[in-house]
Structures are given as structure tokens and as C-alpha cells.
């Protein structure tokens, strides 16, 4: 802008006005100002103006990772919502690292966003860092994770339904020894998709065996070892309900590799609906999380705390419900 006055020979305030387009600047001015600043590829500093106004249009966003279709649909949906409100997006990774996580929160906050949406890291055991954030009076919005015992505003998947739903599936198909791959218990993804599987087994009046849940790391090679642990097992199971797409999808390549059948032998079902699923062979049964929508959801949740700063604004979650998406990875019926 001093660039722009110099050469024009007015002041920064003319300046300032010509290129907000304020009406004491007259048609010439302003045009003068504005083919100087195309010229010289002039770009307003929009956090110093945000700053001037006490406002900010600035969106942080933290997921544990960009890649596979979760977090990158959720993502998705909160900058297209973002964009339509006029907000612009800073996406962080906290790459699954509690202590990246804290560094994401103070970048964010330096950048003076008007508020931050979360989903927590697997190495994320309490909410202290968070604190800091509701102190500075920033609108802060968790999905998919949180911690438990947290009273915190958060867009959530009903975990416990969906993982419901794909155990009954398995049982329905004739499977009776359902094993689980159990991931993280202090994460809400994790122990509402166990307590799910509980539920379903305790429907069809089957007690709970400790040997078929096992303590899985939700990635492929976490579970290929899983799958085969399972299957030194007197009584191996017959199917396997993993509550992530990573992990069944490295149960069935070790399944495959001892020349197991899928679903005839050890019928499959995840979670998150992720594309992977689609190009497995058998492709994959697993559970679709919505994950646009409760991006869209998170945005939404975030503009009416913001409208309503300074009052009083009760503790909100938002739950989604989940869909089972049916595929050849547990269709034993049709295959047997």
C-alpha cells in the first residue's frame, strides 16, 4: 500500500479506501489505485484486516492425517461449507503425535482463527492443551474422536450402531465365532464399536470369548499379525469384524496367503467405507461413516457457537447415524 501511494502521490488512507471501494474516493481515484494495484500484482493482507476489525475469517482444521478418504472427505465438507460462509481453511496434521498436535493448536492459535475443529490423535491421553484454547474464547469443535469423559461440543458417528450392525451381519450370515480387532479403549471410535460388537453377540445369546478380541494396531500389517494370531487358535474364528478398513483389509491378504477363502472360510466387515474396500478381492463389507456430512455437520456446529459469543451455549453432540454397506467379504450364504 506505501508502494501504491508513493507512485500514485496520495495517501495510504486513499489508498486504503480506493481499494475498499469507500465512496468519498472518487471514479478516477479509484481507478487509477486499482490499475496500479493490478499492475504491480498488489494482494491485501486479509489476517492484518481481520485483526483491525477484532474478526477473522480463518478456519483451523487438525486431523490425525490427509490420507485414505476419511479425514479427506471430512475435510472436504467443512471447506465447502467453510466457503460458502466466506471462511478460508488451514488444514493441520497432527500425523497420529500428541506433541504435533499441541504445535498444530499454537499455530492456529497465533494465526487468530476464529475457531478450531479436531479430531484427536491416537496419542492424545487428556484435554489439557485443549483448555488453552477455551480460554482464548476460540469456538473449538471436536468430530469422529474425542475423549472420553470430556464435556466437549463434537460431531459424532453412532460407532456403537454401526459396528452393531456389521457384527449382526456376520451372525446373520451363519458365523458364530466372531473374533474383534479391539483398537485404542481411550479413544470414543474404538470403545463404542466394541461395546457394539458386545451388543450383537449378546443378541443372538453368545457369550463374549476373550480369545477372539485382540488388542489390534488399525493398519495393515496390525492386521495381518492379528489374523494371524487368530488362526493359531484351537478354534479359529469364522469371521473377523475390524472397526478399520486398514486392518480387515490386512487380515484378508494374510487369509489369502494361507489359502483361507474369504468369505467361505472367514467372512469380513470393517469400518469407514474407505476406497480400498472397493478394490479388495473379495471387496470389502464395512460400514460408511458419512464423513462429508459430518464435516458440513463440524462447520455448522462451529458458526453457532461463534453466533453465540458472550451467552450462554449448553454442550452440544451431534450423532450421525452409520450404513452398512454390504459386500462379497461376508456374504457366506450366497457363496457357500
Known sequence: MADLARELGVSMTTISRALSDHHSIGPATKQAVLKLAKKLNYQ?????AAL?????????VIVPYIEGRFFASAVHGI???ASKAGFSVIICQSSEDVVQERKNLETLLSAQVAGILVSVS???????HFEKVRKYGVPLVFFDRILEGNNVNAVLLNDREGAYQATRHLLEQGCRRVAHFAGLQHLNIYKNRRQGYLDALQSYGIAPDDDLMTDCDMTL????????ELLKLPSPPDAVFAPGDPAVLGALQLLKSRGIRVPQDVALAGFSNEALTLVAEPMITSVDQRTEEMGQAAFRLFTELLAAEGMSFSQRQVVLQPQLVVRASSLRKQTA
Open 221 to 228: 500389517e496390525g492386521g495381518a499379525a492379528c489374523m494371524a
Open 52 to 60: 483491525r476489525k477484532g474478526k477473522s475469517k480463518l478456519l483451523g
Open 44 to 48: 491485501p493482507n486479509h489476517l492484518a
Open 79 to 81: 471447506e465447502t461449507a
Open 122 to 128: 491416537h496419542t492424545t491421553l487428556d484435554f489439557r
